[in-house]
């Protein structure tokens, strides 16, 4: 099935307003004032993890109009102030409470998506699950899920909604003769992600004697205004790197500022210049090194996948906020596109306090070039390798 890339961008802006709804039935029914943050599309292939943090919530089957399933999902901080709120003194998790919850955000998040479709879409009665309700949703053959997270506006606590439509749907959904994209080259895009992902935490390993692995790695399609929301007010220390050539674009190496300083420290055991305060010269240098030869890595692993050569800048050192990094490469990119493929990864240590988030944000149109190559690639190989028989 070739996914159009207009309907993609349609879908996730119905996604949201569904998530607009929901969190609007929320504040009526707690009077805690909400607000969406950026939606987003999961790209995954058959062995994407789910990666969702632990939480309590209800899963609902979606018939009708529209097949599939919907997840809300709670942390435990945001139950017990929605029961602090509604059933003042109850004690312990209640179940009902985030039954309840779920039934309320999925009329209005349903409903956004029955007006959309114009259709009506039947609902069953919301399963609690405790822990991870979002591997409920975990089935191979479904391409897209379509996730929001609604948050308080004066309180640290937020809700997750997660729709995931059956492989069926898919057709009336994101189907068409527009700007087209093979979804199965969007899953191949997702595994060469993850594999350029996997060399890169090698490379820090070998480079730093820490070991580390590759903790999530998805794709997601998402508005491009979105992005800097998206990475927030986090101090990062890393480099940016352009993309010259197909696919175009950004790369982003962020380390949060104690892992820049913990990678900077085993890049430099005994440095003299290393302190608490701000990052000396040779820590900064030591990570827009590291920042280089991560997103080189990364790159050259995408060129051996697409059988080209794929030229970046010199890297850029980068010591902001996160959103303020991403700002000026999204005015950039925001001139062309309203929506991106983001490649999202995070590496962790394994037995330390380390983190590393490596961002790609491509251009579409050269993007949609190079995953329309990949087609051209495959049909090449199947008919040297039929010509062989």
């Known amino acids: 099935m070739n996914v159009d890339i207009r309907k993609l961008e349609a879908a996730n802006r119905m996604a949201h307003e569904g998530a607009e709804r929901a969190a609007s039935h929320l504040s009526a029914m707690t009077d805690i004032e909400t607000f969406v943050d950026v939606t987003r599309t999961d790209v995954r292939s058959d ?4 990666g969702y943090r632990q939480c309590v919530g209800v899963v609902i089957e979606l018939d009708g109009g529209l097949r599939g399933r919907t997840a809300f999902t709670f942390p435990a901080e945001a139950v017990e102030r929605v029961r602090g709120i509604l059933a003042p003194g109850m004690k312990g998790m209640d179940e009902s409470i985030v039954k309840e919850l779920g039934n309320v955000m999925a009329g209005g998040f349903v409903d956004g998506w029955a007006d959309y479709l114009g259709t009506t879409i039947d609902i069953s009665p919301p399963t609690y699950v405790d822990g991870d309700p979002t591997l409920l949703l975990d089935n191979a053959d479904e391409t897209f899920v379509f996730a929001s997270s609604i948050s308080a506006v004066d309180e640290s606590i937020s809700f997750s909604v997660h729709l995931s439509p059956d492989i069926g749907e898919y057709e009336g959904l994101l189907s068409d003769d527009g700007e087209a994209v093979p979804v199965e080259n969007l899953s191949r ?8 992902a996997a060399t890169v935490a090698e490379n820090v390993s070998a ?6 692995a590759v903790d999530i790695t998805h794709v997601s399609f998402v508005p491009v205004v979105g992005l800097p929301e998206a990475l927030g007010e986090t101090m990062y220390a890393g480099v940016v790197i352009a993309l010259e050539t197909e696919p175009g674009g950004f790369v982003l190496i ?52 697409l059988r080209t050569t794929i030229e970046i800048s010199p890297p850029t050192f980068a010591h902001d906020m996160g959103g ?3 700002d000026p490469l999204v005015a950039q ?31 579409a149109s050269e993007l949609r070039e190079v995953l329309a190559s990949l087609d051209t690639d495959a049909e090449s190989e199947r008919k040297t390798n039929a010509g062989r028989l």
């Open 47 to 50: 062995t994407t993890p789910v």
């Open 189 to 196: 895009f997702d595994e060469m992600t993850r594999g350029g």
């Open 207 to 212: 480079m730093t004697g820490i070991e580390t």
């Open 254 to 305: 962020l380390f949060d500022e104690p892992s820049a300083r913990d990678v900077s420290r085993a890049l430099l055991p005994g440095d003299g210049n290393a302190t608490d305060g701000e990052l000396s010269e040779s820590e900064q240098n030591a990570i827009q090194e590291l920042g280089n030869i991560m997103a080189s890595s990364f790159i050259d692993g995408w060129a051996n996948a």
């Open 324 to 326: 303020a990094i991403a």
């Open 333 to 363: 990119l925001g001139r062309r596109q309203e929506f991106a493929f983001v490649s999202d990864t995070t590496i962790r240590a394994a037995d330390e306090s380390f983190d590393c988030s490596l961002y790609v944000l491509p251009e």
